[in-house]
């Protein structure tokens, strides 16, 4: 594969906020990558680097291989969609679209009302514009709300308009800043279907910032996690859920927050000789009589398809469990005993980062 659009070494300070520290990332042609974080992680400063809206305190940024560090945005055409659309309102949504079209292809005189009259020139850039945003509008389902102004459309609609404006311009690469956040959960999860379609569609690199594990593992082929300013991993949905390489990245990828299980004694879920921390997933979880940990259950809470028991453990761990099935459920102040599959356990070092468990 290709690579596209790259950050190399890239640092970001705001006065003494280090917002970005040494990060390279690497977007490849054609390929859908979700850069995860929490809030305040860095991932806006990221985009806005690649795009050039800020210029890095160090390393560099290329696109094609050529160093584009010092290159404007413009000149890097990339496009940049924010959580808000941004549409100008007194426009229809055609001319929405267009804009970028027309302040590429006219000149400041070209554009003034009525020069189509009596320019052959612009009647003929006129009439490829309007053929490359009918396009783009049929491709966005937009060919019947060509007329319509912002405010006459819904939440979804006004996002297609915003991609629709990005995608005329053949950027790139497509830079999406939390796209789904506005959105009520039926309309999240259409848009979501409909920027994988619009990626599968065009080709285009698209970059996805969002805080939202669920928009990252549902439509990402790569995530980049970052953790206060650094990727701390960057791997397949997959290989992300089920293989971490970090305690940070395991308490943070999952619906249930992980349990993690101090080093101890063999028995327990700890097989013999190890000193590692065991990080377990709650769904991983069962009850049995023949497990290896026993625990008492503090409180039960059920969710409709599932049921959390919230467990200590006799080493004085606290533990979550997610039944799922029909079993008997123990009540509060019952002891029971757990197991786990041995695949689905993950071992971690002293210092955090992930170790194979020995058989
Ligand atoms: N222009 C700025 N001046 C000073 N500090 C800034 C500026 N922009 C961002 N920061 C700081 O840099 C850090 C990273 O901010 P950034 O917006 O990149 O995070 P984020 O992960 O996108 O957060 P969110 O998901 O809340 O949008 C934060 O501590 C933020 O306060």
């Known amino acids: 594969m290709t690579a596209r659009l790259s950050l190399d070494g890239v640092t970001k300070r705001f006065g003494t906020t280090e917002a970005v520290r040494n990060v390279s990332l690497t977007l490849h042609d054609g ?11 860095g991932k806006s400063t990221t985009l806005r680097l690649l795009a050039g809206l800020e210029a890095p305190s160090a390393g560099r940024v290329l696109l094609n291989g050529r160093d584009v560090t010092r290159d404007s945005a413009a000149a890097r055409n990339i496009a940049l969609m924010f959580q808000s659309y941004a549409l100008y ?35 003929k850039r006129q009439a490829q514009i309007k053929a490359q945003v009918s396009q783009v509008a049929e491709m966005l389902r937009l060919g019947d709300l060509l007329a319509r102004k912002p405010g006459q459309l819904s939440g979804g609609q006004q996002q297609r308009v915003a991609l629709a404006r990005a995608l005329v311009r053949e950027p790139s690469a497509f830079l999406l800043d939390e796209p789904l956040s506005n959105l009520d959960t039926q309309l999240r999860a259409d848009t979501r279907d409909e920027i994988r379609a619009l990626h599968r569609r ?6 996805l910032v969002t805080h939202d594990q669920s928009d990252a593992l549902s439509m990402a082929d790569r995530i980049a996690v970052m ?3 650094e990727i701390v991993q960057v791997g397949s949905p997959k290989e992300i859920f089920h293989r971490p390489q970090s305690i940070a990245v395991a308490e943070f990828i999952g619906h249930h927050r992980i349990n ?47 049921t959390i028991l ?23 102040g019952d002891t029971v005993r757990l197991a786990a599959n041995p695949a689905a356990l993950h071992g971690f070092g002293a210092d955090g980062r992930r170790e194979d468990i020995p058989a």
């Open 31 to 41: 390929e859908f990558m979700a850069l995860l974080g929490a809030s305040g992680c």
């Open 89 to 123: 309102p007194h426009l229809t949504v055609f001319q929405n679209i267009a804009l970028p079209l027309r302040m590429r292809g006219l000149s400041a005189v070209q554009r003034l009302p009525g020069t189509a009259l009596v320019s052959p020139v612009v009647r």
């Open 202 to 207: 065009t080709g285009y690199p698209f970059l």
């Open 227 to 229: 953790i206060a300013g």
């Open 260 to 306: 993690l299980l101090p080093p101890g004694p063999a028995g327990r879920l700890h097989p013999a000789g190890t000193r590692l921390w065991i990080g377990i997933r709650p769904e991983d979880l069962r009850l049995s009589p023949e497990g290896a940990l026993a625990a008492t259950v503090e409180s039960r809470a059920f969710h409709g398809e599932e």
């Open 310 to 332: 919230k467990l200590r453990d006799d080493a004085g761990t606290a533990l979550r469990i997610v039944l799922r099935g029909g079993e008997t459920l123990p009540n509060p």
